[in-house]
C-alpha cells in the first residue's frame, strides 16, 4: 500500500513538475518565435527598400545627367553674361555642342526675359530663331535625320503650356515637368523638361533647359525583377507611369484603388510608403514598397516603386521559425529528461521512488505504478 502511495505520490509530482516547466517553456518559444519573425519582417522590408532606393538612382541616372547638363549651361550663360560677353552666336555655339555631344537628348534651349541677356532685343526682332519680340530664347532640336537646328521657344509667356519656363520662373528652383506626350517626327514621344532658373544679381533672369525622351527609362525599368520575381516601376509626381513591366501602362495614371491613393498623396509629398495588396499582375498577395527619387534640387520627387510577392519577403523569415520550432522542441526534450534526473536525484531516490527516466522512456510502467 504504501509503495502504492509512494509511487501515486511520485507521479504525481512528476506530472505536476513537467507540466508547469514544459507550459512555461512552451510559452516562452512561442513569443521568442513571434518576435524573432517580425524582427526579420521587418529587416526583409528594410532591405526591399533599400533594394528599390538603389535600383531606383540607377534608373534615373539619365535624368540626373539632363538635370547636371541643364545646370552646367545656366552657369555658363550666367558667367557670359558676368564677364560683358553675352553674345548671341557664342551662346547659340554653346547649346549646340552640348546636344551634339549628348545623343539621348531631344533638344536643349535657354529663355531669357526681356532684353536680360544682352539688351539686344530689337535689334533680332524677327530674325532667324527668333520671334516678333526679338528676346533670346533659342531651341536648339535634333531632327528626324540627326541634324541639329534652331528656332524660337513659343508659348514660353502662356500658363500650362508655358510650364516650363513659368514655374522655374515663379519658384526660382530647379523644376522638372509631368511627363507630357510631343509629336516629334510625326510620333507621340513621351518626354520630360528639366529646367534650371538663372538669377542674376538675385533677380530672376531667364532660365535653361533640356528635354529628354522617358523611353530610355522603360528601357532600363521593364526587364528589372526585384527578388527575382517582383517587378519595378517609376512613378512621376502626379501619378503618372513613366516605366513599367508592361509597356502598356506607360503614359497612364498609377490607378484610383485605395492603396494607390496613399501612394499618391506619399509621392507628391516625398515619403516613403509600402501598401499591402492582391497583384493581379503576380496573382498573389504582394507588397509594393515606394521609394522617393529626387532629382537635383527639384521640389517634385518621383518614386521608385519594387512590388514583391509576400511569400518572397516571408520566405526566410517561414525558414527561420521552422528552425525555431525545431530547436524548441530538441529543447522541451533535452529539458525533460534533466527535468526527471533531477527529480530521481534530489527528491524521488529519497522517499524511495521509481526512477522517472523510466516512466519517460517506457511509457508502460505509468500503468504498472498506479
Do not use: C
Request: proline share 4%; net charge neutral.
Amino acid at each position: 500500500m504504501s509503495r502504492k502511495k509512494t509511487m501515486s505520490l511520485r507521479t504525481r509530482l512528476l506530472l505536476l513538475v513537467s507540466f508547469i516547466v514544459l507550459l512555461g517553456f512552451a510559452i516562452t518559444l512561442t513569443l521568442l518565435s513571434r518576435q524573432t519573425g517580425k524582427l526579420q519582417h521587418r529587416t526583409a522590408l528594410q532591405y526591399t527598400t533599400q533594394l528599390a532606393a538603389n535600383e531606383g538612382a540607377k534608373a534615373t541616372r539619365h535624368l540626373e545627367h539632363a538635370m547636371d547638363a541643364a545646370r552646367t549651361i545656366a552657369h555658363a550663360l550666367k558667367g557670359l553674361k558676368a564677364d560683358s560677353l553675352a553674345e548671341r552666336s557664342s551662346a547659340n555655339a554653346l547649346l549646340k555642342g552640348v546636344l551634339h555631344e549628348n545623343p539621348s537628348f531631344l533638344a536643349v534651349w535657354t529663355a531669357w526675359e526681356p532684353n536680360a541677356f544682352d539688351g539686344q532685343d530689337s535689334s533680332f526682332s524677327g530674325g532667324s530663331g527668333h520671334d516678333a519680340t526679338g528676346r533670346y530664347v533659342p531651341y536648339w532640336s535634333r531632327g528626324s535625320d540627326g541634324t541639329l537646328h534652331n528656332e524660337p521657344l513659343v508659348d514660353y509667356e502662356k500658363p500650362g503650356v508655358g510650364d516650363f519656363y513659368l514655374l522655374a520662373k515663379a519658384s526660382g528652383q530647379e523644376t522638372v515637368l509631368e511627363p507630357y506626350h510631343y509629336q516629334l517626327a510625326g510620333q507621340s514621344v513621351l518626354m520630360t523638361s528639366l529646367v534650371v532658373p538663372i538669377q542674376i544679381d538675385g533677380k530672376f533672369a531667364g532660365v535653361a533647359g533640356v528635354d529628354i525622351a522617358l523611353s530610355d527609362l522603360q528601357k532600363i525599368i521593364e526587364p528589372m525583377r526585384i527578388y527575382e520575381t517582383g517587378f519595378a516601376s517609376l512613378i512621376s509626381n502626379k501619378g503618372m507611369v513613366v516605366g513599367d513591366r508592361d509597356p502598356q501602362n506607360v503614359g497612364k495614371d498609377m490607378g484610383k484603388s485605395e492603396s494607390f491613393n496613399l501612394a499618391r498623396a506619399a509621392i507628391a509629398e516625398g515619403r516613403h510608403i509600402e501598401t499591402h495588396f492582391f497583384s493581379e499582375r503576380l496573382q498573389t498577395d504582394s507588397t509594393r514598397v515606394y521609394v522617393p527619387i529626387r532629382i537635383g534640387n527639384s521640389q517634385t520627387p518621383w518614386s521608385f516603386a519594387a512590388t514583391v510577392p509576400d511569400e518572397t519577403i516571408l520566405a526566410e523569415v517561414q525558414q527561420l521559425r521552422l528552425i525555431s520550432i525545431g530547436l524548441g522542441l530538441l529543447s522541451i526534450v533535452l529539458v525533460s529528461l534533466g527535468l526527471a534526473w533531477a527529480l530521481t536525484r534530489m527528491v524521488l531516490r529519497p522517499i524511495g521512488g521509481e526512477n522517472p527516466m523510466t516512466l519517460l522512456l517506457w511509457p508502460s510502467a505509468w500503468r504498472t505504478a498506479t
